[in-house]
């Protein structure tokens, strides 16, 4: 069987897709406040149970939450993890993760305004097929400010001294001392 039918097959028994509304629910985003009346709390612990027991049974739970912790800044519930929880693991692996600009991936710029050269350069990483007429129109500058900002990379590359990422048994190690879940265990990264 060729390894990508084994990974479409892995997202298909991925529960989260299905129940969309249960992981993305407000109720998973924050913990309640002291005053939050016990229909709530019991509304909280219901969507809770249902969301663990959906990645307890996922084939896809570790690479989620590797990708989840490391890579990604996502909202939601994901890989029997809060927000705030992986903002924890997070500062215990002393990692950060960029939000995504998400205005700038779909090319929404505003009139009068600097075009920065990472920007420039991650755009055209990110588009590569891309004419550098169509990156100018969403950068929304002319064509030779493009060229110019890529000539300059070409020259002198910006300097990437990202950290070092931790390993999936680290991540995996400090999610399951931050949550205290038995959810949170070794098993096999899927492919």
């Known amino acids: 069987m060729p390894a990508w039918s084994t990974k479409i097959d892995n997202y298909a028994a991925a529960r989260c897709i299905e129940l969309a509304a249960v992981f993305q629910d407000q109720l998973l985003e924050e913990p309640l406040p002291a005053s939050a009346p016990g ?15 959906a990645c307890r049974e996922c084939p896809l739970f570790i690479d989620c939450l590797y990708r989840a912790v490391v890579e990604y800044d996502v909202a939601g519930y994901v890989a029997g993890t809060t927000p705030a929880q992986r ?9 950060t993760v960029e939000p995504e600009d998400f205005d700038s991936l779909a090319g929404v710029t505003r009139r009068d305004r600097q075009v920065n050269h990472s920007e420039v350069v991650r ?5 590569p097929h ?8 969403r950068l929304g500058c002319s064509l ?3 060229k110019r900002h890529l000539r300059r990379e ?19 190690a400090v999610a399951a001392i931050v ?8 098993r096999p990264r899927a492919a």
């Open 144 to 146: 030779s400010t493009v």
């Open 130 to 137: 891309e004419s550098l007429e169509t990156l100018a129109q």
């Open 39 to 53: 229909v709530v709390r019991r509304r909280q612990l219901a969507l809770i149970t249902t969301a663990q027991a």
């Open 87 to 95: 903002a924890q693991i997070r500062r215990r692996l002393d990692i």
């Open 154 to 172: 070409r020259r002198q590359p910006s300097a990437r001294t990202a950290a070092p990422k931790p390993t999936v048994a680290e991540v995996v």
């Open 179 to 186: 949550t205290d879940s038995p959810l949170v265990r070794r």
């Open 123 to 127: 755009l055209r990483n990110a588009n």
